[in-house]
């Protein structure tokens, strides 16, 4: 049964760097193929993709965001995090982890999703 | 980037109707495109993947097709738990890309 459930902090204030941490269960990062993207979605607004880390570590990112974004895994841990840095207010979002196998497939499996928000 | 552009942004439709969702790729990307059906709160879920494959334990009431740049996503029979908001994704590129969403309403 594969699960990921997201975690980190609700409320990032604006400058601050942002870390989320994806936990998964059910796969493992280490089996060729298997990749971990993130993506947010603004309150009332579309899904954005942000960034994905595969099995073999190659890593990429949101053309619009990559000055800001880091992802990183530790599969003993079964986990991938990523950070944002200078977080603004129209950072707010949910923030889905997800799972796809291969390239070129989709996300077939998401994380419930954890709201941040970004306010002083 | 690839952009996604679906329409209608929203529609309204009754139980029973035959509804359908296009989405148009900026350039093409054969047939690495997906649908996801979205309801408030909740995550996504994956309902077609390679324009036209079923994902499991969904309704064969869902229907796509389409390749190269244009795509369709078709609800044949539209049933209370359909209302939703649907988004298609390509993944021809590591950089994916979402549409913009499509809002199905009851009337």
């Known amino acids: 049964q594969v699960t990921l459930r997201e975690s980190g902090p609700a409320l990032v204030e604006p400058t601050q760097t942002l870390t989320l941490t994806c936990t998964f269960s059910g796969f493992s990062l280490s089996t060729s193929g298997m990749c971990v993207s993130w993506i947010r979605q603004p309150p009332g607004k579309a899904l954005e993709w942000l960034a994905r880390i595969d099995w073999d570590d190659d890593k990429y990112y949101s053309t619009s965001l990559k000055t800001r974004l880091t992802i990183s895994k530790d599969t003993s841990k079964n986990q991938v995090v990523l950070t944002m840095t200078n977080m603004d207010p129209v950072d707010t979002a949910t923030y889905y982890c997800?799972?796809?196998?291969?390239?070129?497939?989709?996300?077939?499996?998401w994380g419930q999703g954890t709201l941040v928000t970004v306010s002083s | 980037d690839i952009q996604m552009t679906q329409s209608p942004s929203s529609l309204s439709a009754s139980v029973g109707d035959r509804v359908t969702i296009t989405c148009r790729a900026s350039?093409?990307?054969?047939?690495?495109l997906n649908w996801f059906q979205q309801k408030p709160g909740k995550a996504p879920r994956l309902l077609i993947y390679?324009?036209?494959s079923l994902q499991s334990g969904v309704p064969s009431r869902f229907r796509g097709s389409g390749s190269g740049t244009d795509f369709t996503l078709t609800i044949s029979s539209l049933q209370p738990e359909d209302f939703a908001t649907y988004y298609c994704?390509?993944?021809?590129?590591?950089?994916?890309?979402f549409g913009q969403g499509t809002k199905v309403e009851i009337k």
């Open positions: 350039q093409s990307i054969s047939t690495y």
């Open positions: 390679a324009a036209s």
């Open positions: 994704q390509q993944s021809y590129s590591t950089l994916w890309t």
């Open positions: 997800a799972r796809s196998i291969a390239a070129r497939t989709s996300a077939d499996y």
